[in-house]
Nanobody
Framework: QVQLVESGGGLVQPGGSLRLSCAAS????????MGWYRQAPGKQRELVAR??????KYADAVKGRFTISRDNAKNTVYLQMNSLTPEDTAVYYC???????????WGQGTQVTVSS
């Protein structure tokens, strides 16, 4: 079965950096769309970044600060987050789909808290 396991969340001060990782299994990783979403308290889950064979897509709020990448040999997708602000505080979820219209699989989420 499909399994996505996130890691790398934690508490960081404003202006700091974190790198999230998502290890995938049960999928043809190299051809799947991989994404990072986040959900802050009281808000809807939103796309942060997505990577596929067609390229990458970022939310406007994170452009220039976050970078999504993938290592197909390790079946792992990463989210490098720099210049973090308190507004980035959320639970971050890994996501995968074969196409944008197919069923989405989700990880369990990892908490990112940006606070001084």
């Amino acid at each position: 079965q499909v399994q996505l396991v996130e890691s790398g969340g934690g508490l960081v001060q404003p202006g700091g950096s974190l790198r999230l990782s998502c290890a995938a299994s049960g999928i043809i990783f190299s051809s799947n769309i991989m994404g990072w979403y986040r959900q802050a308290p009281g808000k809807q889950r939103e796309l942060v970044a997505r990577i596929s064979n067609a390229g990458t897509k970022y939310a406007d709020a994170v452009k220039g600060r976050f970078t999504i990448s993938r290592d197909n040999a390790k079946n792992t997708v990463y989210l490098q987050m720099n210049s973090l602000t308190p507004e980035d505080t959320a639970v971050y979820y890994c996501n995968t789909q074969t196409t944008l219209f197919s069923h989405a699989y989700w990880g369990q989420g990892t908490q990112v808290t940006v606070s001084s």
